[in-house]
């Protein structure tokens, strides 16, 4: 059993640093350090919006039902990165219990 729940913190920690890495690509395709058209710059992005817009879109849906526009700003990553670390927490004290 203890290593469901280790298969499962993994899971949730690359996770957690692949929505890292969206929000900084992000950035720096905003900031024009980077050239999102560039071929390899493209493909890590359309990679890591695949992987975090599943769960980004409804928190969003969800933040502009209860606040409606933010002037721009895209609060999802942090929940989603807040919403992960909760999991996380609750797998930890999960498997302690279970010992």
Known sequence: MQSIFWLAD???SIYFWILILHVILSWL????????????????????WQVTEPVLAPIRQILRRLFGEL?????SP???LVLVGFLRRLLVEMAVSIR
């Open 10 to 12: 993994t899971l949730l």
């Open 29 to 48: 395709v905003a900031f024009n350090v980077i050239n999102a058209r560039q071929p390899f710059v493209g493909q890590i992005g359309r990679f890591l």
């Open 71 to 75: 002037g721009g700003i895209d609060l």
């Open 78 to 80: 942090l929940i989603a």
